[in-house]
């Protein structure tokens, strides 16, 4: 069984379009999480979630919008997609802020 | 600005031999720090986490924190083929302990030779 599964797991579509990310974790954790990792491999987080509640809200452009309706899962909406927006979107999830994070297979989005 | 720094490399390692992992962090608070595998293409892959001072060995893995000095390694033995990949250092955000924000490092790309 998949711990922690994305869909979709690759997103080609062009500039100006609205698309989704949805995760799901069955590890039974409260804290679930966005990054992203750039073209150079740099992995930066986006949101955090706890138990449903939004604890970390980095600089992120407005139009990324991330949603939780349970503990269990996180979506990422995002408006407009922009050409820089293009990379890989991963999903993590941890018991509380200090448990180590697990990571689901990412999606790919490319934007043309 | 909270940095993680790690050398990129590639660091190149013949087969068997000892693989020394190395990564520096500025905020003196952190308390909790990770080691992430992470396959070109794939996912990060969780190796081993650490939050006290001196070694903790997991198979052929040791993961070593000096917070005085504010440095935390990760040593691989016996080094495979499959173990070549790219190694991220992951360190918690000082007051982070509720949010779990990590901060990564920018990895370093590990080449084990047969």
């Known amino acids: 069984d998949t711990a922690v599964s994305q869909t979709p797991k690759y997103l080609v579509t062009q500039m100006g379009n609205d698309k989704s990310i949805k995760c799901e974790q069955n590890?039974?954790?409260?804290?679930m999480y966005w990054y992203k990792q750039d073209s150079k491999k740099f992995l930066k987080i986006m949101f955090s979630?706890?138990?449903?509640?939004?604890?970390i809200n980095e600089t992120v452009p407005n139009r990324f919008s991330p949603k939780s309706p349970d503990k269990a899962h996180l979506n990422l909406h995002i408006n407009s997609l922009e050409l820089g927006d293009s990379a890989v979107y991963f999903c993590?999830?941890?018991?509380?802020?200090?448990?180590?994070?697990?990571f689901g297979d990412g999606t790919r989005l490319s934007i043309l | 600005q909270k940095e993680v720094e790690q050398n990129s490399g590639p660091l190149s390692v013949p087969e068997g031999a000892i693989a020394s992992l190395n990564c520096t962090y500025s905020?003196?608070?952190?308390?909790?720090f990770f080691w992430y595998r992470q396959y070109s293409g794939k996912s990060p892959e969780l190796i081993m986490f650490?939050?006290?001072?001196g070694d903790k060995e997991d198979g052929r893995f040791t993961a070593q924190l000096n917070k005085a000095s504010q440095y935390v390694s990760l040593l691989i033995r016996d080094s495979q083929p499959s173990d070549s990949a790219t190694y991220l250092c992951?360190?918690?955000?000082?007051?982070?302990?509720?949010?779990?924000?990590?901060?990564f490092g920018q990895g370093t790309t590990l080449q084990v030779k047969p």
């Open positions: 993590a999830s941890s018991q509380s802020g200090r448990g180590p994070q697990h």
């Open positions: 590890l039974g954790h409260d804290t």
């Open positions: 979630y706890n138990n449903k509640e939004l604890i």
């Open positions: 905020d003196r608070g952190s308390q909790s």
């Open positions: 650490i939050y006290s001072n």
């Open positions: 992951a360190v918690n955000e000082k007051g982070s302990s509720n949010t779990g924000k990590l901060i």
